[in-house]
């Protein structure tokens, strides 16, 4: 059984396969840091808005409810985490870019800084792996948009999210939206 209450996926060629959650989380806060400084462009702006949006919705659904089971203290660490991400889904609203910045760059710091290293040190690597995995495959069908209201926490955000994500990805297509960098 998973330390972090994750079913086992079934391995390639007898080994669990993919990237570590730290791997995935620390290349996606690459791309928002990369993102934040090209702001002038108002295309950059609506591809930062759903990266982000993306990004914390996957957080949500798998590494904070790691961090509250594998970790020591993990309830009060991601509960803060789970109340400064709702503040910047709320900037995303606003569209305050020099707070969204200064967001983005606290979200990364705190991620690398306290909760990386914890999970590290507290959880085996083949559920680092199902994290990553997971992750990825969240982020996917999350939405795209800011929805500070919506769940936060399992099962709802995993039920509510990939519906909301989906018709934010019809908005997308039907306004021509630009939604990820690889498309700028």
């Not at 990237?19 to 108002?42: G, I, K």
């Not at 020099?98 to 083949?126: K, N, S, T, W, Y």
């Not at 936060?152 to 306004?175: E, F, H, I, S, Y």
Request: no cysteine.
């Amino acid at each position: 059984m998973s330390d972090v209450n994750l079913p086992p996926l079934p391995p390639v060629g007898g080994q669990i396969s993919g990237r570590s959650v730290v791997d995935v989380l620390t290349e996606q806060h690459s791309e928002l840091l990369s993102l934040t400084e090209r702001l002038a462009d108002p295309r950059v702006r609506s591809v930062l808005v759903a990266t982000v949006s993306r990004h914390l919705s996957a957080e949500e659904q798998y590494l904070h409810p790691a961090i509250r089971q594998a970790v020591p203290d993990g309830d009060r660490i991601a509960d803060r985490e789970l109340a400064e991400d709702r503040e910047l889904l709320k900037l995303l609203v606003a569209e305050d870019w020099e707070q969204i910045v200064e967001g983005v760059r606290r979200h990364v710091a705190a991620d690398a800084g306290e909760l990386f290293p914890l999970l590290e040190q507290m959880v085996p690597a083949d559920d680092m792996i199902r994290l990553g995995n997971r992750v990825e495959t969240a982020a996917e069908s999350a939405p795209t948009r800011p929805h500070p209201g919506t769940p936060v926490t399992p099962p709802w955000n995993k039920v509510v999210d990939p519906l909301v994500g989906a018709v934010d990805k019809v908005r997308d297509v039907v306004t021509a939206r630009t939604t990820y960098a690889r498309d700028l």
